[in-house]
Structure formats: structure tokens, C-alpha cells
């Protein structure tokens, strides 16, 4: 590629932080201004780099709009990241997303890794996987009209994870798929910087990042092998949101196990 042609992480990087929120987008449309940040080069020797040596946790942190609860409008916070580590962070995805140990099994819906070419976003758009899977439970109800359908919510999904959990579960998943050495400790150090986030007693996963969401998916996965595969009742999962199908009996003692 030549030095002004973007590399498809990162028009993905700015198309998904486009939709997340102004700043993080701004700042990578000023960031890829630079010429020097379109080669073939720069995220994997430069941004990887400078991820890894830096020394502050450098998030915004933003307040978004999440519902209207009892007491008015309620808010999440976002921990939005760096125009340098967006990229980085979309580089170490894109790689992921070349291996197959990252891929989805068939029983969860969200946030598939983007490859090849797509430049949506980092991961396939919101709204396809929601839909598939609604869909998949529509016919699984036509099929068998008898049955129940029963939903399941995990309460604030990414903070109920520590940040050592979740370190856990990539270095498992991150060595079986042998990424390189430089990634590996990328991941790892993107973990540590979440911890040291002012306010962030607990050590918890922040909600922001895109790195979170393939983090959240790795946290889920035993729970996914050993749900999504049975006879009796039909699993599917939508990141914290969990649909249960099959006979009354027998959703009511997933329920509770879960």
C-alpha cells in the first residue's frame, strides 16, 4: 500500500468510534491526517509502541444517555480512549479477528470481529447480530409453539468483570491462537491501564473500548460451550442479554443455574 492509502483498521477504528461518540472521532480524523500514520508501518512499530511505554491511562471519560428510570434520566460512563490507542487497539482486533480461536460460536450474536476489507467498523454492525438472533428465536418458537422463551439479564455487565478475570481469559485465548509476543502484551497492558483509571477501586473492565467487547466475549465463553450446545434448551446471547427456549421445566433450572 502506498504511504496515503488509510490501512483497514483504521477507517474501521473511525467508523466505529463515529458512532460512539464526537471526540474520539475528531481526534482520529485529526490524527490520520498525518501522512505518516496511512503506512503500512505505523500502527504495529509506532502506535503499538507508544501504547506500551507509556506510563499515563489516558480516557475520557463521558456520561451517556441509558434510560428513563425511576428517578429521571439515567447515565453510564464511557471511558473513551486515545486517538493512538484507538488505533492500536484496532490493529491488535484486526489481528485477532484472523484467528479462528476468536471466532463466535453459533449460540452468540454480538460483536463479530470485522476482517478482510470491512471498514464499517471494528466489529459487524450492532443491529445485524440483535436481529439474526431474534429471528433464530422467532423460528425456534414456530417450531415448537409449546415451548417457553425466558430472558436473562447480567446488571451492569463490564463492571461486574476485574480486569484480572478478564486478563485471564486472553492470555488463554490469545497463546492457543499464538499471536505474536508484541500483541500479547499490548492486550495485556491496555488491562492494566484500565485498572489504574482514577475511580476504578475495583479493578473492573471500563466500558468504552473496543477492546472490552471481545474481552466481554472471552469472559462468557466456558458459560457459552456449556449452555449453547443443548438439546433441551436453545441458548442465545446477545453480550449480557440471555434468551432461554425450551420446555418450562427445563428453562426454569437453566435459569437458576445461570
Known sequence: MSARTPQPHAVRAVNQYRRRDIFPYLALRYYLA???????????????????????????????FKELGEHGIEHRDLHLPCAN????????????????????????????????D??????????????????????????NPDAVVQYLDVRKFYPSIRCDAAARSWLIAAAGARLPSTLLSLGEKLLTDYQRVPG????????????????????????????????????????DDIAMFGPRDAVTRLHADL
Open 118 to 143: 470491512e471498514t464499517a467498523g471494528v466489529f459487524a454492525p450492532y443491529y445485524a447480530g440483535f436481529k439474526r438472533r431474534e429471528q433464530d428465536i422467532e423460528r425456534a418458537c414456530r417450531k
Open 34 to 64: 498525518n501522512s505518516a500514520t496511512f503506512g503500512d508501518r505505523w500502527t504495529p512499530d509506532i502506535a503499538v509502541r507508544l501504547v506500551l511505554r507509556r506510563v499515563d491511562q489516558p480516557y475520557l471519560r463521558v456520561p451517556h
Open 85 to 116: 490507542e484507538s488505533i492500536a487497539e484496532a490493529f491488535l482486533l484486526d489481528q485477532c479477528a484472523r484467528k479462528r480461536e476468536f471466532d463466535l460460536p453459533d449460540c452468540v450474536y454480538s460483536y463479530a470481529l470485522s476482517g478482510g
Open 200 to 239: 476504578n477501586g475495583q479493578g473492573e473492565l471500563l466500558t468504552g473500548p473496543m477492546f472490552s467487547h471481545l474481552l466481554g466475549n472471552l469472559i462468557m465463553r466456558d458459560l457459552d460451550r456449556e449452555y449453547g450446545s443443548g438439546r433441551v434448551v436453545r441458548y442465545f446471547r446477545y453480550v
